[in-house]
């Protein structure tokens, strides 16, 4: 296992900027965030330019880019798929295997969702590439029991675990072991059962148990601080606790 952080720790700066101020606190390594929405990259642009964003991806300032989250509003199926597949070319050119996506929303029949993740999951494939399935409140990912369900489904669909959505969600305090052996990425912040995030150190999120979760499974891959600003709290302060944090269990 290794620390990383996600751009999203800087959304209020430009990619560049945001990269730059992960080297200055010693990061090392990245999950850049394409949403066409609240991202530093779109995939829509993705789609339209991808030698461009190829060339984008590549200048990392030493940073090793060890995963893409994707999140996609195209207005029909069929673009959505376009640009996903867009998205897998570009993980293969820069050497990126790990894509998170989100869950539909609740209310999304079952079927429905299996279908939609099956292909997700052909397509990332044909550029050697993983789908994780981002665990969160809101969305058919917020109950451990059905993440399981979609994973025994769906074959060769991984899990990306954010436990905070399990701590503070409608199903807060749920254990989530049952889908520890599907987990190919993890985010992580500090979090209450009253708050989303809250400083490091102050909040229920138990790193040394969560770590010999992982460990009891073999994992190998990223710790991602997934941290953003609070008012009135030092952000270069928070990002350099959660690392020392995590870089002293491991």
Sequence with gaps: MFVAATTRCFANLPLDTALQRLVDLEYSAVEIMIHESGGHLRPSAVFADLDGTVQICRDTRRLTTIGYSIDIEAPTETEYYQQFAACCRLAKATKVITLTVR?????????????????????????????????????????????????????????????????????????????????????????????????????????????????????????AADIQPIPDVDQASELRKIRLLLESLL
């Design 103 to 223: 869950a539909s929303e609740l209310g999304t029949p079952f079927n429905g969702e299996v279908e939609r993740l099956r292909e997700l999951v052909r397509i990332a494939s044909l550029d050697g590439a993983v789908v994780g399935l981002l665990t969160e409140a809101g969305r058919i990912s917020q109950d451990p029991a059905t993440v399981k369900v979609l994973c025994d489904n769906v074959k060769g669909l991984g899990v990306t675990l954010d436990p905070s959505h399990f701590i503070l969600g409608p199903h807060k305090g749920a254990g989530y072991d049952q889908i520890m052996e599907y987990v190919i990425h993890v985010r992580l912040r500090d979090t209450t059962r009253n708050e989303f995030q809250v400083r490091v150190g102050q909040g229920d999120v138990e790193y040394g148990r969560l770590l010999g979760q992982l460990a009891k499974q073999r994992y190998t891959r990223a710790l």
